[in-house]
């Protein structure tokens, strides 16, 4: 019973330090509770299985956790676990109008004073009148951008 408790002690630091050395950076509360658990272990092999069992405790737990440490800070090893793709899309952005002032379209619901309108028939945007309630259908023109919106008027 007594290598049963031992060996169960040195499996969870060992997997308690796997979790600090690929998932959890820097020195945490994980880390430290595997290395307690891993001289918890050590000690109760030096006391209840004696001198040699001690040493045979203790040399497999420092060369499992070399082990561990060696193939969890491995560069190769750490790229797995490491984001690595690169985000190159934009958002269109509202000081670089892509409909100019002047831009004649129409209206594809009541602007009352803000909707929706088509311009170059396939540029679908939210626009807004200067208080003028226009019905769908009604022919627009852009004044200006103000604040992000498109400013219309009846054309």
Do not use: C
């Amino acid at each position: 019973m007594d290598w049963i408790t031992i060996s169960l002690l040195l499996l969870f630091g060992l997997l308690f330090l796997l979790a600090e050395v690929l998932f959890i950076p820097g020195t945490t509360l994980v880390g430290l509770v595997g290395f307690a658990l891993l001289v918890t272990g050590i000690w109760l092999g030096y006391r209840d299985l004696g001198s040699t069992g001690g040493h045979l405790t203790l040399v497999t737990a420092a060369v499992l956790a070399g082990v561990v440490l060696y193939l969890g800070l491995r560069p190769k090893n750490l790229h797995r676990f490491a984001l690595t793709d690169v985000n190159n899309t934009s958002v269109r952005d509202a000081r670089r109008p892509d409909v100019e002032p002047g831009t004649v379209g129409r209206t594809l619901s009541a602007l009352r004073p803000a909707g929706t309108a088509l311009f170059d028939d396939e540029q679908r945007r939210e626009v807004v009148t200067r208080g003028e309630f226009l019905a769908a259908g009604t022919p627009v023109r852009v004044l200006g951008i103000e604040q992000n919106r498109i400013v219309v008027e009846q054309a």
